[in-house]
């Protein structure tokens, strides 16, 4: 596929903001550019914080999904997504929960500034007890630990039965070093690595340093469906698809990403449109049964006005736009190489995730 003409492109572009009904990584909405597509309504929302080369990939994915007919895609199906529980007090525990029916995994997060030990340890534990012990639970600490902070908190969150520690620590070397001491502690917990795949010039490093049993890929960061899924079959890791806060439009996006994988699957992190107080589309994709289905999503053309940024916001956004665009005009389109090098892990032998 040819590279989307920049003017086309923004007249394209709805830009929005979505509130939240719980607030979530410091924020209380979620700004997003929504695209149509000429083969599907596609989405560009990296965090506002990060800069432009690493938004580009981002605008790479949108534009893949949005604009490349190549891109096998399927209608057919659902895909098991996980409960996300937000850094909440476990008062509000049944009210989060309650929005993810039928889900049989959660994904918790804990180590939150501000917070101490003792209230991951009361939220997991009120998780556990509201889903009861053949659920499966996943905690997520955003690389919010020191490797003597994960292991003193691995060591009381192993009672309740974990099926990962996603990104405890937050560079892969870390994650080496915990694994060697939690096994030297037997602490069974396995490690599951999110931002040193998604942020890391070198993907598959966490793969040779052997510094995970798990990886969790985000299509929009990873640059769309076709290079994460490169990424999962280089590493050779088991792999759980996430989204990053997405409107439904880009948790169908990462469905399909579920989608091209192979099994087994982890249950995916596609569940977070039930954090959204608001959506763009007609039926949003909250999960029913712990499912959510294939099929295309259909956009609510009355909820992109009604969500529609402020004037600022929008030309923000388009400036952001415009200058990634720039950028990958500038670069290997219509997307780079994974750039192998020795395949699998070279570094300490993996445990096998439960």
């Known amino acids: 596929m040819q590279l989307p003409d920049l003017d086309e492109l923004l007249a394209r572009t709805h830009i929005v903001t979505l509130p939240l009904v719980t607030r979530f990584r410091g924020v209380d909405a979620r700004e997003a550019a ?3 597509g000429t083969q599907a309504w596609s989405e560009f929302s990296p965090f506002l914080e990060y800069e432009d080369a690493e938004a580009a ?10 604009f ?20 909440v ?9 309650a929005r993810f029916d039928g889900c049989r995994t959660a994904k918790i997060k804990v180590a939150e500034r501000g917070q101490v030990l003792a209230d991951d340890v009361a939220r997991v534990r009120g998780v556990r007890q509201r889903l009861g012990a053949d659920a499966r639970l996943r905690i997520d600490a955003n690389g919010g630990w020191s490797v003597d902070e994960a292991v003193r908190a691995l060591r009381s969150l192993s009672r309740f039965d974990l099926e990962y520690a996603e990104q405890p620590c937050s560079t892969a070397l870390e994650l080496v ?3 060697g001491r939690l096994a030297g502690e037997g602490i069974a917990v396995p490690i599951a690595a999110d931002e040193s795949i998604r942020k890391a010039e070198d993907p598959l490093e966490v793969a040779r ?3 995970a049993d798990v990886i969790v890929v985000k299509m929009q960061p990873l640059g769309g469906v076709r290079r994460a899924a490169e990424i999962v079959r280089a590493t050779g890791l088991p792999a759980t ?4 806060l997405d409107s439904s439009v880009g948790i169908a996006m990462g469905a399909q990403l579920v989608a091209a994988l192979p099994e087994p699957r982890h249950d995916a992190g596609l569940g977070t449109a039930s954090l959204l107080a608001d959506d763009v589309v007609a039926e949003p994709l909250r999960p029913r049964a712990g499912r959510i289905p294939l099929a295309p999503v259909t956009i609510d053309e009355a909820a992109l ?10 030309d923000w956004w388009r400036a952001r736009i415009s200058r990634c665009h720039a950028l990958l005009a500038a670069s290997a389109w219509p997307r780079p190489e994974v750039g192998l090098r020795a395949r699998g892990p070279t570094g300490p032998s993996r445990r096998a995730a439960p």
């Open 89 to 97: 007090e476990t008062s509000k525990l049944d009210s989060v929960l």
């Open 57 to 66: 990939n981002w605008l790479r994915a949108a534009l893949e999904f949005g």
């Open 68 to 87: 490349d007919a190549s891109l096998p895609r399927c209608s057919d199906g659902e895909v098991w997504v996980n409960a996300t529980v937000p850094a």
């Open 177 to 179: 070093e915990l694994r």
């Open 209 to 211: 340093l052997g510094a």
């Open 34 to 36: 929504i695209i149509r």
């Open 241 to 244: 698809v996430s989204s990053a």
């Open 305 to 314: 006005d009604r969500l529609a940024s402020p004037a600022p916001r929008q």
